[in-house]
T-cell receptor
Framework: AQSVAQPEDQVKVAEGNPLTVKCTYSVSGNPYLFWYVQYPNRGLQFLLKYITGDNLVKGSYGFEAEFNKSQTSFHLKKPSALVSDSALYFCAVRDQGTYKYIFGTGTRLKVLA | NAGVTQTPKFRVLKTGQSMTLLCAQDMNHEYMYWYRQDPGMGLRLIHYSVGEGTTAKGEVPDGYNVSRLKKQNFLLGLESAAPSQTSVYFC??????????FGPGTRLTVT
């Protein structure tokens, strides 16, 4: 079965510093991987996806993610964090057979001013 | 273009009552989903649909039923609400291109 894991419940980083939010995956076949962000009392918003191609994927709001097949990871990164990036971040994988999307448990990012 | 809309936004039920959550999308998406979000549990898939007239069980389907009579609508029913169903419910839709669009959520409390 397809799954993703987000090993950190919370990540804290100072404004202006680089940030990384970790995600590892377990899939059979080629992975379709996604990152979403959720601001308080809102639905989830799409940030970026990896389907095929370059291992470094660029997305919205200056975020990018690095796909690493050997480590089965898809970490979310940003070179310089903003206080406004503080939110809940979810990694997800799509099951290619059923079109189900399986989400991780989420990582709360707190950017300190 | 409203995207994905959900009705109602908030609801309080007593144990044993029933209700239906309504979801509509105007993007002509084939695939629709119902998730629940609970603290520390992330998003868990309740039921999903790969097209009009079809439904399938997700990770946590017990106590819920769904119907997709029209392509743009996906209904989630609770026949006999229980306190364990207190949660925030999100409807979502996607096309084969992969991006999932979420509704704003329904906050349900069962007392």
């Amino acid at each position: 079965a397809q799954s993703v894991a987000q090993p950190e419940d919370q990540v804290k980083v100072a404004e202006g510093n680089p940030l990384t939010v970790k995600c590892t995956y377990s899939v059979s076949g080629n992975p379709y991987l996604f990152w979403y962000v959720q601001y308080p009392n809102r639905g989830l918003q799409f940030l970026l996806k990896y389907i095929t191609g370059d291992n470094l994927v660029k997305g919205s709001y200056g975020f990018e993610a690095e796909f690493n097949k050997s480590q089965t990871s898809f970490h979310l990164k940003k070179p310089s964090a903003l206080v406004s990036d503080s939110a809940l971040y979810f990694c997800a994988v799509r099951d290619q057979g059923t079109y189900k999307y399986i989400f991780g448990t989420g990582t709360r990012l707190k950017v300190l001013a | 273009n409203a995207g994905v809309t959900q009705t109602p936004k908030f609801r309080v039920l007593k144990t044993g009552q029933s209700m239906t959550l309504l979801c509509a999308q105007d993007m002509n998406h084939e695939y629709m989903y119902w998730y629940r979000q609970d603290p520390g549990m992330g998003l868990r898939l309740i039921h999903y649909s790969v097209g009009e007239g079809t439904t399938a069980k997700g990770e946590v389907p017990d106590g819920y039923n769904v119907s997709r009579l029209k392509k743009q609508n996906f209904l989630l029913g609770l026949e006999s609400a229980a306190p364990s169903q207190t949660s925030v419910y999100f409807c979502a839709s996607s096309s084969s291109q992969g991006i999932v669009y979420f509704g704003p959520g329904t906050r349900l409390t069962v007392t």
